[in-house]
């Protein structure tokens, strides 16, 4: 439809696909900046292990040497996304891919994936400066572990790799040698993923984390192949992430409880709606219409949150950044309900109360809302 739109002059999908090139062409311009960038090494001593400190954990002001870091719920030290470490550079690259992806998609111009090829080649492929396929030292806590489980939910997006290296393989750009060299990179994850210690650990969260793991580890066995395990991945997720995590009335606890409740519960939110689009697409399990016999359901969940979008019932958890929880449900929640509709054909709030506005550039192309 987007393309249709922009081919007729639609005043919207012509400036979003404007700024979409805009952003486009600037990512060609950039250098590529590799995991092996970081001048903070991991306890590995090697620059090839992606490497961050736990983004809520700040010194001790009540020790000498601040050791350990104590933790903080929502307060985001600055120090996590400096070029010391890995987690800004890794933003940025999948940032960068998914701009490249969609500008290629629209536009047909081979320079974008041309420019996506390199970054896949220098992150994933290159002996110099690839990553090696573990998260064994993300989310370091000083003082107290040279990584932990909670550094899996940086990669949720993997899914952007692998639509570079999907688009590169169809337009012929890729060759043999990088496809075997990817495929086994994403397979050694995949393994990392599902068998190490902090893969196991982050599997039995009962958060968000738990769910992003599960969209994460989704994609990869839906790439590689693994579609049984794909199917029973997803039939899992209606005990160990619906039935674990909302209640009846559509609330999720342990979200609620964060200092940023309203990010987290759309977080889990957007998680699960992406986990049903994935298992609609490629399984015939179909999550967003199963419901627990208690009434807890994905869609329950996101009935929860509407009356304080809609401004009936007033937010009553802690919020404490992005101007407060009804800036936030205007902000976050919103145009992630209206892009769960449009991602899944579903009709979940009136089209009154807006929220296309929200969307930036590549939302608008991506998701086509009906202006």
Do not use: C
Request: aromatic share 12%.
């Amino acid at each position: 439809m987007s393309r249709s739109e922009i081919q007729a002059k639609n005043p919207v999908f012509l400036r979003a696909y404007e700024q979409l090139i805009e952003q486009a062409n600037k990512e060609l311009k950039k250098e590529i900046d590799p995991v092996t960038n970081k001048t903070v090494l991991p306890a590995s001593g090697d620059t090839h292990d992606y490497h961050t400190v736990g983004s809520y954990y700040w010194p001790d002001e009540s020790k000498p040497d601040g050791l350990p870091w104590v933790y903080k719920d929502g307060q985001f030290n600055p120090i996590s996304n400096s070029a010391a470490t890995d987690w800004q550079r890794r933003k940025e690259m999948l940032d960068s891919l998914g701009t490249l992806n969609i500008a290629y998609y629209f536009s047909d111009h081979e320079k974008y994936l041309e420019k996506a090829g390199e970054i896949v080649q220098v992150w994933f492929i290159d002996p110099e400066t690839r990553m090696n396929p573990n998260v064994n030292y993300g989310k370091a806590i000083p003082g107290a572990a040279e990584g932990t489980n909670f550094a899996i939910i940086d990669w949720t997006d993997i899914g952007k790799v692998i639509t570079s290296v999907q688009l590169l393989e169809r337009a012929g750009l890729w060759n043999e040698q990088n496809k075997v060299a990817m495929d086994k990179w994403f397979s050694d994850y995949y393994t990392w993923l599902t068998t190490s210690e902090f893969g196991i650990l982050e599997d039995t969260r009962k958060n968000n984390h738990g769910t992003n793991y599960d969209y994460q580890a989704i994609g990869l066995m839906i790439y590689l192949g693994k579609i049984k395990q794909a199917e029973a991945k997803i039939e899992a997720a209606k005990t160990t992430r619906i039935a674990a995590q909302i209640e009846p009335d559509g609330s999720q606890p342990l979200e609620l409880a964060r200092t940023k409740s309203v990010n987290y519960t759309v977080n889990n939110l957007w998680a699960l709606a992406r986990i049903a689009d994935l298992s609609r697409r490629n399984t015939s399990v179909d999550l967003w219409d199963y419901e627990r016999e208690t009434g807890a359901s994905i869609k329950q969940g996101f009935e929860f949150v509407i009356p304080y979008i809609t401004g009936q019932k007033n937010w009553q958890w802690k919020q404490i950044t992005g101007g407060g929880a009804k800036a936030q449900l205007n902000k976050l929640a919103l145009p992630m309900v209206r892009r769960t509709e449009l991602l899944l054909g579903e009709q979940i709030v009136s089209q009154d109360i807006g929220g296309y506005s929200k969307f930036n550039a590549m939302e608008t192309l991506v998701y086509a809302p009906d202006f």
